[in-house]
């Protein structure tokens, strides 16, 4: 999955790591306080920085794959889509809604029915902003 080679996502691996993610999210979307928010985006990506502020809902395939800097902050429903890495530089800014997609499908109808899948890693430099409902497909590079 993480080559960019198809891959099925009922893979019992994946799936136990995909229930790990969600009983991180149900714990993180109804948590009320900041700093307990930041400990559970600890346990659930590969790597945050310092200062996260991640503002419920939010939701992630694995999180495991995401690796973000410093002073990241999304806000109301932001998706990230971690089939494969998301590496999200220092003082990310997110509006509303924001949608990061690594994961993708088959253009071949019969190989795509077939449940493969595929993903492309997803690259956010510095210092960037993403406006709200902004959607970032798999294998976009923003920013330095």
Known sequence: MLAGE??????????????RALDLLRDFNSATSADRRAELLRSLFGKVGASPSVTPTFYCDYGSNIYAGDNLYMNFGCVILDCNEV???????????????????????????????????VRIGHNVWIGGAAILLPGVSIGG
């Open 6 to 19: 198809l891959y099925r996502a009922t893979n019992p691996e994946l799936a136990a790591m995909h229930d």
């Open 87 to 121: 590496h999200i530089g220092d003082n990310l800014q997110c509006g509303p809604s924001v949608q990061i997609y690594t994961a993708t499908h088959p253009i071949d109808p019969t190989m795509r029915s077939s449940g493969l899948e595929s993903a492309l890693p």
